[in-house]
């Protein structure tokens, strides 16, 4: 999956056995989530259904900090539903790696997987009301199912950053590992899930989904309607306001 060489794919998909290690490769932007990157992690999330288990994260020093806001303001915004939606269509069980910042777009995308595992250095934060925007890939159904509709509404409000021990005790992260030990430990979370028969994990994993499904498809859909009316009045507004703070 990778495009280029690997100094410049945004993209790398490693195999360890029969657990698929998709890497968001953008390190000198934190990650920021490109149309590139978009694209290619969709693509990564279709081309590894044959693995036993999938771990996403990040090339040091974060897991992903966000969408790529001068080449949005250039190339226009990524609609975040359509790259998270790739990940809840995964049949393969996904774990996220989260090694760093997963900030506002970094944050729904590692709130797709089935379940955190957190570094020491990961941070957790929700931004989208202090650069104008609201979110739109299930931050508002997703954050609350794993934390508190209390807390959660607190990240999104505040723009708070929770570190990896408050995310461990509010239920954000299953488990919070020294940095150096989050990969390999995560990739060992994933051979145990890749040992399971293939069709009971994904039985399991389907039941989760679908019973989740029943109590969120609603705020989802929501969730995008209201997202898809706020930029349709407001993206001017939001563009000239990233503008203008990368101007001073």
Known sequence: MNTGTAETAPVLVEWHDDVALVTMHRPAKRNALSRAMAEQLTAAMRSCQEAGAIVLTGADPAFCAGMDLAEADKEG????SWIVHTFYESVVPLVAAVNGPAITAGLE???????????????FADTHGLVGAVPGGGITVHLAERTTT???RQMSLTGMQ???ATALRTG???????????L?????VGR?????????????K?????????????????ERELFAAFTATSAADFAGFHRRIRSK
């Open 172 to 182: 954000l992260a299953n488990e919070v590992y020294p940095h150096a030990e989050l």
């Open 192 to 204: 145990r899930i890749a040992a399971m028969p293939r069709a009971a994990s994904r039985a399991v």
């Open 184 to 188: 390999p430990a995560a990739l060992g």
């Open 206 to 222: 389907r039941m989760y989904d679908e019973v989740d499904g029943l109590r969120m498809n609603a705020g989802l859909e929501r």
């Open 150 to 152: 209390g807390f959660a």
């Open 77 to 80: 915004y990524i609609t975040p």
């Open 109 to 123: 995308i590692a709130l797709a997987a089935d379940f955190i595992l957190a570094s020491e250095r990961a941070v």
């Open 162 to 164: 929770v570190d990896s």
